[in-house]
């Protein structure tokens, strides 16, 4: 047991080691200064000619918007179609998989254009490799570039000078695409394809057990789906199992090298705020916020795996491993609760063990980690969700000092207080209200086999899935029967509801900081890069979440912990 905590203490040290000096780069990629991968300009300059477009175009917030929105329309409308059709499709499709199902494709394709990746079906058995690579690959990057461009946007907000103009989405956009998730994939892939993890369009492959039986083993390109889909915060597993599947995630290295890769550019997206804005004890303190956050619920969810379930010990049993219902024995619960953790507190949602054979208060952690939403968050969107709460937390202390508030010299009033409320609340409104029918609709209608567990945890199930969807997410209590037309619309809007508005709200309040004039800084202003600000932070967040949720978590964990 102390090597598996030996090991956990090792992944986060080498994720947050690393996370500095790729903030140091990105910072640069988004001013445009010379970086390495600047070889790439002439593919990036080819692209702008064949589309039309010119990346050096000023654009102001609305401007910026409509072109994330275009944009992903356009992305959305094709996942949609090459679902529906692909079937038809016999370029790499070699076992014939069909047509999707018009609600589970309108679902699939909300859920990775959001960059959710909620999956209500089983990826080797409902896509081709045709839809893996076109529709699922190619939306993993395109999607958390979006989120990367959207947060770049912010910056250039930040710190502009009483001017209009937050930069182009499409240069932003592309350069995310080409000098940040190309390249680390390229890296973390060709490391999974050296541990094993298959890389080919052979279809089934034939396989002889050592019983002497014969069975056909379903493959494809994993490594290079796998790559992205952990680094760009997506988690869309190749298989079923995701990351628990041994072709996903097949030693402890692997293992390592994923848990990383889930964390690595959203931890490193808020050093990169400090290197762009020249605020790097501001930066520091804002991370030190959400680490704070991270690892106690680290610790806390370890804690409960490894003691094992009060249950059994009740019954004279001895559970050496702690917890091991759901877990894979060559990573142990340790490492599969320090992936639970890490994979709510970004919006990736991929998973290395089964979260609904988790102990009551672990899969409790996980919902709330998700509820708040911004402890690193998905790549660009979780330091955007994550300036919300700053935006309240400077208002609050503003008026604890008697002073207007100020954030980077410039005055926080009414308008962008109401955006950053609107944005908040937004979040437990749309989980509430569908956990609610949902829970509506089960208890009228027992018999539609959804719930795996009518009572609390059956609660939990539903609160689970709705928190997954609105924030963007994507994983899930697996113990729920979610490929239904309830589950398949409404988990898509709301996953198309909580991407997109929270996207604008912020990029509304940087364009309109940044057509304000710089406040001098004097002996009242609120100074933001202190503990005390830092304090008053974490507990705005921790009062927001607790306030929203408390109640839900309450019918559902919680009760379900007390009855063990």
Same mark, same amino acid.
């Given at each position: 047991m102390n090597t598996e905590i030996f090991g956990v203490v090792f992944i986060i040290l080498l994720i947050f080691i690393s996370a500095y000096p790729l903030g140091k780069y990105i910072s640069k990629v988004f001013k445009g200064e010379k970086v390495w991968s600047d070889f790439l300009s002439p593919l990036e300059k080819l692209i702008f000619k064949i589309s039309s477009i010119d990346p050096n175009e000023p654009m102001d917030w609305k401007e910026n918007m409509k072109a994330l929105l275009r944009l992903n329309l356009i992305f959305f409308l094709w996942s949609i179609i090459i679902l529906l059709v692909q079937g038809y499709i016999h370029i790499w499709n070699p076992v014939n998989i069909g047509n999707m199902e018009a609600a589970l494709s309108f679902n699939t394709a909300s859920s990775f254009v959001s960059n959710t990746n909620l999956q209500d079906y089983s990826g080797e058995t409902g896509l081709s490799y045709f839809s893996q690579m076109l529709v699922i690959c190619f939306m993993q990057f395109v999607s958390a570039a979006t989120g990367i461009a959207?947060?770049?946007?912010?910056?250039?907000?930040?710190?502009?000078?009483?001017?209009?103009?937050?930069?182009?989405?499409?240069?932003?956009?592309?350069?995310?695409?080409?000098?940040?998730?190309?390249?680390?994939?390229?890296? $973390?892939?060709?490391?999974?394809?050296?541990?094993?993890?298959?890389?080919?369009?052979?279809? !089934?492959?034939?396989?002889?057990? &050592?019983?002497?039986?014969?069975?056909? @083993?379903?493959?494809?390109?994993?490594?290079?789906?796998?790559?992205?889909?952990?680094?760009?915060?997506? =988690?869309?597993?190749?298989?079923?199992?995701?990351?628990?599947?041994?072709?996903?995630?097949?030693?402890?290295?692997?293992?390592? /090298?994923? *848990?990383?890769?889930?964390?690595?550019?959203?931890?490193?997206? /808020? #050093?990169?705020?400090?290197?762009?804005?020249?605020?790097?004890? !501001?930066? +520091?303190?804002?991370?030190? $916020?959400?680490?704070?956050?991270?690892?106690?619920?680290?610790?806390?969810?370890?804690? #409960?795996?490894?003691?094992?379930?009060?249950k059994i010990a009740k019954l004279g049993i001895s559970q050496p491993m702690g917890n091991m219902e759901g877990k894979e024995v060559r990573l142990g619960p340790a490492a599969s609760a320090l992936w639970g953790v890490t994979t709510t507190s970004t919006s990736n949602g991929s998973v290395n063990s089964m979260h609904d054979s988790h102990m009551p208060l672990s899969g409790g952690i996980y919902m709330l980690d998700m509820m708040i939403n911004g402890i690193f968050g998905g790549v660009g969107v979780g330091f955007i969700n994550f300036f919300m709460f700053i935006v309240i937390a400077v208002f609050i202390g503003g008026l604890m000092i008697?002073?207007?508030?100020?954030?980077?010299?410039?005055?926080?009033?009414?308008?962008? $207080?109401?955006?950053?409320?609107? /944005?908040? !609340?937004?979040?437990?409104?749309?989980?509430?209200?569908?956990?609610?029918?949902?829970?509506?609709?089960?208890?009228?209608?027992?018999?539609?086999? +959804? &719930?795996? *567990?009518?009572?609390?945890?059956?609660?939990?199930?539903? &609160?689970?899935?709705?928190?997954?969807?609105?924030?963007?997410?994507?994983?899930?209590?697996?113990?729920?029967?979610?490929?239904?037309?309830? +589950?398949?619309?409404?988990?898509?809007? @709301?996953?198309?509801?909580?991407?997109?508005?929270?996207?604008?709200?912020?990029?509304?309040?940087?364009?309109?900081?940044?057509?304000?004039?710089?406040?001098?800084?004097?002996? =009242?202003?609120?100074?933001?890069?202190?503990?005390?600000?830092?304090?008053?932070?974490?507990?705005? $967040?921790?009062v927001v979440a607790a306030l929203s949720f408390f109640p839900a978590l309450t019918l559902g964990p919680i009760a379900e912990y007390f009855t063990l």
């Open positions: 959207a947060l770049a946007l912010l910056f250039k907000g930040l710190v502009q000078k009483k001017a209009t103009d937050l930069g182009n989405f499409y240069n932003l956009f592309l350069k995310s695409c080409t000098r940040i998730l190309l390249p680390l994939s390229l890296v $973390v892939a060709v490391i999974l394809l050296l541990n094993g993890m298959p890389t080919t369009f052979n279809g !089934l492959q034939k396989v002889f057990t &050592l019983e002497g039986d014969t069975t056909y @083993v379903a493959t494809g390109p994993v490594a290079p789906i796998v790559a992205i889909k952990q680094l760009g915060t997506n =988690g869309g597993g190749f298989f079923g199992p995701n990351s628990a599947h041994p072709f996903e995630n097949p030693n402890y290295l692997a293992n390592i /090298v994923e *848990n990383i890769s889930i964390l690595l550019i959203a931890a490193a997206l /808020v #050093f990169a705020f400090g290197f762009y804005l020249n605020k790097k004890k !501001l930066a +520091w303190i804002l991370f030190s $916020v959400m680490l704070v956050v991270y690892l106690f619920f680290v610790a806390s969810a370890v804690h #409960f795996e490894d003691a094992g379930n009060p008697g002073r207007t508030p100020e954030f980077l010299g410039k005055k926080i009033e009414a308008r962008e $207080v109401k955006i950053a409320s609107i /944005v908040i !609340l937004l979040h437990p409104f749309v989980i509430l209200v569908g956990t609610a029918i949902a829970a509506h609709t089960a208890a009228l209608h027992p018999d539609n086999g +959804w &719930l795996s *567990n009518p009572s609390f945890h059956g609660f939990s199930q539903m &609160l689970y899935q709705f928190t997954s969807s609105s924030a963007n997410n994507g994983s899930g209590f697996e113990g729920l029967g979610d490929n239904t037309a309830f +589950w398949n619309i409404s988990t898509g809007i @709301v996953m198309l509801i909580s991407r997109f508005l929270p996207i604008i709200g912020p990029i509304a309040i940087a364009g309109s900081l940044a057509a304000k004039k710089t406040v001098p800084e004097s002996e =009242g202003t609120l100074k933001t890069d202190t503990i005390a600000f830092a304090v008053i932070l974490l507990g705005t $967040v921790l």
